[in-house]
């Protein structure tokens, strides 16, 4: 079936260029400031579902040549002016649009990409939070995961600055879907152990839906989603390029990366490489965390044409790297001060090839994408012992997804698609099994309307999921991060074959009560299957035994949202509530029964229902045209029915900024600085397994400038974290048990150079 499929998913391109419309359009006009009508130089032109753009010339002007037939989403953009964000209908001629953009102080919406159409914030019932380019580059943090516990309602499951998994609204692991540039991440995400990989270069901003997303993206999306979309292209008939250096103090470590990608009319290539090594970090007593070390290197390659009957593009991602792993037998083997692996690290292997295109049939447009992924994960124990490699695991994962987008009329888009997954898991020699050898199928199909009706804009979606999940019969696996478990004559055999099958429904509204406010509320239904190590474990996991259950029912959900937006030139204000109910929620819990290893008692998978509830409140304003003063707080709350709390539940947090934005002088362009401060509230609600957590406050300065030396730019950002070496631990800190505290003091510096 999947042979077909994929056979399809590559014929399909050939046979819509033997029979499209080969109309080629132009796109054409002048950029202007709306006060006095001049020209801007350098505003960014865009389509996002051509990946074109361009930029403006000194006079305002712009054209984009060879556009298809078709409707299409276009966004204006420029420091310091409103985004302007148009729809567009191409149709065998030339389209001269006009733009005049409005001065303004505050954040303004931009094209998003993961709610189904690409559209304004202000179009979609479900707030999807955005982090932009230029809010990522100037956040120095060591990892990725550390820049996304920035966005409010998102937090960090943390045992290192390599090994960390975000959490959203209360909800991780397999609760949440991580997409690479729009191709859902598999890397074996049920442990905390286990980071999501992907590359923290070449991020052109980050999207995170916050609540279920299953109708768009099936089994797992019942916390949210975060999406990390990739750089654009070179503007067309350009070469760019960039090369940046980081130094943090707290792991003594540098990140280094080197860019450059080019673009033609009709198409455009981008190659990026980076590095990362980083030692063991120090916390507030200037004590060194034994085995905290990571070390990385990563590949990204990119290639696209666009034509006037389509889109494709195809990207390969690579990532290796190598994480310490901090356990009683690490401990006291290594060395603070040095940088490589040597004891007890995970050594990783990430390749990601995806194929996204779009093709353009008459008035319909057909998104074809599909993607392997290939993921070893190999655990190093002691070199010194008998048994050196203690795990060894191969992740294959075969994606595809269809799309298809019917003629638009005023005020509606419809689109219906399939989704599909096939995926093998399998061990190799070594004597640790985490989860057995098992195969995995997964298909879908789904609908999505939007429909728009005076101050209204209404969406409405419903999804079909199909899984088969298959384990031959097979000793059961257990894995117990200390040396190779002995194994009896008589081990427990595992062997599943089940199939698993859910109906989703979303549907959601935006009310328009003005130009400047809009209310949002949503109410969506979410599912996930039961992962193989709920279902199949049987053995030492850390210091436990933990036997899975292959009779748990998937978790349902269903999460009402909602939300109000409010804007002005210098205020806006976003507030979101949420009340998420879970049924059969899938947790751990101890028995009476004793463990045959003799450490204990035996802990089981078992399930219950559950409430989450809570939410985020920001809020912006401009009191002078050099200050911005920005703060949010995120809350939420978690309990089984028997009133017991969920595990990894965050503390409330509050975080404050004031940014100062300078005039520049001589070459010097843009400079700035900010002020923070982070509370996080005492947790005295702890789940199984956690005790509470002290509030703890965290105070940071930042402050850089670019620099305009002749056709090149430097950027200069200079961050001190954690200012006053407070000594803390975070609730999510999996060291915690270790009575380990987090970082202290972090001075860094990043210089990157665009040529």
Do not use: C
């Not at 290639?303 to 889109?311: A, C, D, R, T, V």
């Not at 109410?523 to 193989?532: D, E, G, K, T, W």
């Amino acid at each position: 079936m999947i042979r077909y499929i994929w056979a399809v998913l590559f014929l399909l391109p050939q046979m819509a260029l033997a029979s499209s419309d080969l109309k080629i359009n132009k796109l054409y006009g002048t950029v202007s400031d709306q006060n006095d009508l001049k020209g801007l130089a350098g505003v960014s032109i865009f389509i996002p579902e051509l990946q074109k753009g361009t930029l403006s010339q000194t006079d305002g002007s712009y054209q984009l040549d060879a556009l298809p037939n078709g409707s299409f989403t276009v966004q204006f953009s420029y420091m310091g002016y409103e985004t302007v964000i148009k729809k567009l209908q191409l149709k065998d001629s030339d389209l001269n649009l006009n733009v005049n953009l409005v001065f303004t102080s505050v954040t303004t919406q931009d094209v998003v990409v993961s709610g189904g159409f690409p559209s304004s914030q202000h179009e979609n019932p479900i707030k999807i939070s955005v982090m932009s380019k230029q809010e990522f580059d100037r956040l120095l943090t060591p990892s990725m995961g550390e820049k996304l516990a920035h966005i409010p309602g998102v937090d960090l499951i943390s045992r290192s600055p390599g090994v960390s998994s975000p959490v959203i609204r209360g909800l991780s692991l397999n609760n949440l879907i991580f997409l690479n540039n729009g191709v859902r991440l598999e890397n074996f995400q049920f442990s905390v152990d286990h980071p999501f990989l992907v590359n923290d270069q070449g991020v052109d901003h980050i999207e995170v839906i916050k609540g279920p997303a299953s109708l768009l993206y099936g089994s797992d999306a019942m916390g949210g989603v975060i999406n990390i979309v990739r750089e654009k292209p070179a503007p067309a008939n350009a070469i760019k390029a960039d090369v940046s250096t980081e130094f943090y103090s707290v792991t003594e470590g540098f990140n280094r990366n080197i860019g450059v990608k080019g673009s033609r009319e009709n198409w455009f290539w981008m190659l990026r490489a980076n590095q990362q090594s980083h030692h063991d970090y120090k916390d507030g007593n200037g004590d060194y965390i034994p085995n905290t070390r990571f070390n990385s290197k990563g590949l990204q390659v990119g290639l696209g044409l666009i034509k006037n009957y389509g889109s494709f593009k195809i990207y390969y991602d690579y990532l290796r790297p190598k994480l310490g792993m901090t356990n009683e037998e690490s401990i006291p083997l290594v060395r603070k001060g040095l940088l490589k692996n040597r004891f007890w690290y995970q050594d990783l292997s990430q390749h990601l090839i995806a194929s996204r295109n779009r093709l353009f049939i008459g008035d319909f447009k057909l998104e074809l994408n599909a993607a392997y992924q290939f993921n070893q994960r190999r655990l190093n124990g002691n070199p010194e012992s008998t048994t050196f490699r203690l795990v060894d695991m191969d992740l294959n994962t075969l994606t595809y997804d269809s799309k298809l987008y019917f003629p638009t009329s005023e005020g509606t888009e419809f689109l219906v698609g399939i989704q599909g997954m096939h995926q093998t898991n399998r061990n190799n020699k070594a004597p640790n099994r985490i989860i057995p050898n098992a195969n995995i199928d997964d298909f879908s199909v789904f609908a999505l309307y939007k429909k728009e009706v005076n101050f209204w804009e209404w969406q409405l979606g419903l999804r079909y999921d199909n899984r088969f999940l298959y384990v031959p019969e097979q000793e059961a696996g257990g894995h117990s991060h200390s040396e190779a478990e002995v194994h009896d004559e008589h081990e427990e055999m595992v062997h599943i074959n089940r199939k698993y099958n859910n109906l989703n429904a979303s549907i959601g509204t935006t009310y328009h009560l003005s130009e400047n406010i809009l209310l949002r509320t949503n109410i969506a239904s979410a599912y996930r299957v039961p992962n193989l190590a709920e279902l199949s474990q049987h053995g030492m996991h850390g210091s436990r035994f933990e036997e899975g259950n292959t009779n748990l029912d998937p978790q349902k959900s269903i999460e009402s949202d909602l939300g109000l937006h409010y804007h002005t030139q210098k205020h806006n204000i976003d507030v979101s509530v949420f009340y998420n109910r879970v049924y059969d929620f899938i947790y751990l819990a101890p028995t009476d029964e004793i463990s045959p290893e003799g450490t204990g008692f035996v802990y089981a998978y078992d399930q219950q229902d559950a409430k989450l509830y809570g939410g985020e409140v920001a809020f912006n304003v401009v009191p002078f045209s050099f200050m911005k003063f920005h703060s949010d707080y995120a809350m939420v709350i978690s309990k089984y029915d028997d009133g017991k709390a969920l595990p990894f539940v965050p503390q409330h947090k509050l975080n404050n900024e004031l940014r100062f934005i300078l005039k520049g002088a001589s070459f010097f362009d843009s400079p700035f600085l900010n002020l923070s401060w982070k509370h996080a509230f005492r947790q005295n609600q702890p789940a199984m397994f956690e005790t509470e957590t002290a509030a703890y406050n965290l105070f940071a300065i930042q402050m850089g400038t670019s620099l305009k030396l002749g056709k090149y730019t430097t950027n200069l950002v200079f961050t001190a974290d954690n200012i006053f070496n407070e000594k803390y631990i975070d609730h999510l800190s999996t060291l915690k048990s270790f009575d380990y505290l987090n970082q202290g003091r972090n001075i860094s510096l990043k210089l990157t150079v665009e040529l």
